[in-house]
């Protein structure tokens, strides 16, 4: 009967199988539950005239640069504009550009969306870059208040994270002395000063702000159409000075 008997402990062996098949019978279960999968991104449907539409409105884009770069070359034939000024960029119009040279000029002026405003120090490039944006944009020589009360409302520095990183506001000068610092720039009055003179670490400065995201202006645009350009009565173009009434609207 001795030989028959069950011993009071299981060998340690038995157990390790156990904990082994308990092992396996949990990825069993973990493979058996379904995967959720990504959602696939919509894609919008657009009728066929859209794409037509698309199309003329390049086309139309591409012979109106052509036009204008035969016929006054790459600077806008006004007397009134005046190279290496500080300038005041806002793209009012053209949610969707059909045009690639239009679309690739506006980000490069730093205007990816509507109702986005940049600086630019109106050098020969920047210029013939407004010259081919000129129905998108409105652009002109600001005053000291716009640009002071625009910083203030409307700036923002970039995350550090990348691209897609969220804005930073501007809450206190230890955060424009840890970022811009090195250039000499320790106060907000700093990052006025360098903008205002155009100084040596004035694209420095511009790059470490975000794009400002605007307002449109109180009561809206006027009946002038927004395409046609300022000089044959429309919103579009250079302003020279009035660009600063337009602005007192939206900020």
Same mark, same amino acid.
């Given at each position: 009967?001795?030989q028959? *008997?069950?011993?009071?402990?299981?060998? =340690?062996?038995?157990?390790?199988?156990l904990?082994? !098949?308990?092992? !396996? +019978?949990?990825?069993?279960?973990? *493979?058996?539950? %379904?995967?959720?999968?990504?959602?696939?991104?919509?894609?919008? @449907?657009?009728?066929a005239?859209?794409?037509?539409a698309n199309h003329?409105? %390049?086309e139309?884009? &591409?012979?109106?640069?052509?036009?204008n770069?035969?016929?006054?070359?790459? $600077?806008? &034939?006004?007397?009134?504009?005046?190279?290496n000024?500080?300038v005041l960029?806002? *793209?009012?119009?053209?949610?969707?550009i059909?045009?690639?040279?239009?679309?690739?000029?506006?980000r490069?002026?730093? /205007?990816?969306?509507? !109702?986005?405003?940049?600086?630019?120090?109106?050098?020969?490039?920047?210029?013939a870059? +407004?010259?081919?944006?000129?129905?998108?944009?409105?652009?002109?020589?600001?005053n000291d =208040?716009?640009?002071?009360e625009?910083?203030?409302?409307?700036?923002?520095? $970039?995350?550090? =994270?990348g691209?897609?990183?969220? %804005?930073?506001?501007?809450?206190?000068?230890? /955060?424009i002395?840890?970022? +811009?610092?090195?250039a000499?720039?320790?106060?907000?009055?700093?990052?006025?000063?360098?903008?205002?003179?155009?100084?040596?670490n004035?694209?420095?400065?511009?790059r470490? @702000?975000?794009?400002?995201l605007?307002?449109?202006?109180?009561?809206?645009?006027?009946? %002038?159409?927004?395409?046609?350009l300022?000089?044959i009565?429309?919103e579009?173009?250079?302003r020279?000075?009035?660009?600063?009434?337009?602005?007192?609207?939206? /900020?």
């Amino acid at each position: 009967m001795e030989q028959y *008997r069950v011993p009071n402990k299981l060998p =340690s062996e038995e157990i390790h199988i156990l904990a082994q !098949r308990k092992g !396996r +019978l949990k990825q069993l279960s973990k *493979r058996s539950e %379904a995967v959720p999968r990504k959602p696939k991104p919509k894609r919008k @449907f657009q009728k066929a005239s859209t794409f037509v539409a698309n199309h003329r409105q %390049a086309e139309r884009d &591409a012979k109106r640069m052509k036009r204008n770069f035969l016929k006054t070359g790459f $600077r806008l &034939a006004n007397s009134e504009i005046q190279e290496n000024r500080l300038v005041l960029v806002l *793209r009012h119009r053209g949610q969707h550009i059909a045009n690639v040279d239009v679309l690739n000029a506006l980000r490069s002026l730093r /205007l990816p969306l509507k !109702r986005t405003v940049a600086f630019h120090k109106l050098t020969p490039e920047v210029h013939a870059k +407004l010259k081919m944006v000129e129905p998108f944009v409105v652009w002109g020589y600001p005053n000291d =208040s716009v640009i002071r009360e625009l910083v203030y409302k409307y700036g923002t520095f $970039r995350g550090l =994270s990348g691209p897609g990183s969220k %804005a930073v506001p501007i809450s206190s000068n230890k /955060l424009i002395e840890d970022r +811009l610092g090195h250039a000499g720039i320790i106060c907000v009055e700093d990052v006025l000063n360098e903008i205002v003179t155009l100084g040596p670490n004035f694209e420095e400065v511009r790059r470490a @702000f975000r794009i400002f995201l605007v307002n449109n202006p109180v009561d809206g645009w006027k009946d %002038a159409p927004k395409g046609k350009l300022r000089s044959i009565g429309g919103e579009a173009g250079f302003r020279g000075d009035e660009i600063n009434a337009l602005f007192k609207r939206i /900020l």
